[in-house]
C-alpha cells in the first residue's frame, strides 16, 4: 500500500508501468499488474514482487512515470518539478532585471512559496498571479512584480 503523492490518484487506473526510485541509482522500471484504490492509499502490484517480504523491500520508494505520462495540468497550474530551475526576473518599470534560481517550491496549505537563490541569499516569493506574471517552464522563466516592500521582508 503506497501513499498517494499525486492530486490525480485516478491516474493508477490502467497504469501499466513504472519506475521505482533505487537510492543511489538509475530509477528501475517496473511493470504493474494490477491497482486498487484502498483507505486513500492506492495498493501496486508489481511483476514479480509475490510476497509481503519482497513488497517489504521496496518500502520508502517513490513510483514514477516518464514525463511524457505526466497529467496534462490546467492554464496556471504547474508541477514543483517544472519550477525548480527556473530563472527568476523581476519587472520593474519596464525593466527586467535577474533575481535568482527557483530552488524548491515550498507548500503553505495556502499559496505556494517559490525559494529563489541569487547564489549569496534566499528570497521567499509567494506563488500568486498578482506577483509572477510570467510563468513559463518551457523556457525555464518566471517574472515576477513583486509589492515594493516584499522582497525586503526576506533580507
Keep these: 500500500m503506497a501513499e498517494i503523492l499525486t492530486d490525480f490518484p485516478s491516474r493508477f487506473t490502467g497504469l501499466q508501468h513504472a519506475f521505482l526510485n533505487d537510492p543511489g541509482s538509475i530509477p528501475r522500471e517496473v511493470k504493474i499488474e494490477r491497482t486498487w ?11 514479480g514482487v509475490d510476497s509481503i517480504d519482497d513488497a517489504e523491500g521496496l518500502r520508502g520508494r517513490y513510483v514514477l512515470v516518464r514525463e511524457e505520462e505526466k497529467v496534462a495540468l490546467p492554464a496556471h497550474q504547474y508541477y514543483w518539478f517544472d519550477l525548480k530551475g527556473c530563472q527568476v526576473e523581476i519587472l520593474r518599470e519596464g525593466t527586467r532585471h535577474r533575481l535568482g534560481v527557483v530552488t524548491d517550491v515550498e507548500p503553505t496549505g495556502g499559496v505556494d512559496l517559490l525559494h529563489i537563490s541569487d547564489g549569496s541569499e534566499e528570497i521567499l516569493v509567494p506563488l500568486a498571479e498578482d506577483i509572477c506574471k510570467v510563468i513559463d517552464p518551457e523556457a ?4 515576477i512584480d513583486p509589492p515594493e516592500d516584499l522582497l525586503d521582508l526576506n533580507r
Design 37 to 47: 484504490l484502498h483507505k486513500g492509499k492506492v495498493v501496486l502490484k508489481f511483476g
Design 140 to 143: 525555464r522563466l518566471i517574472v
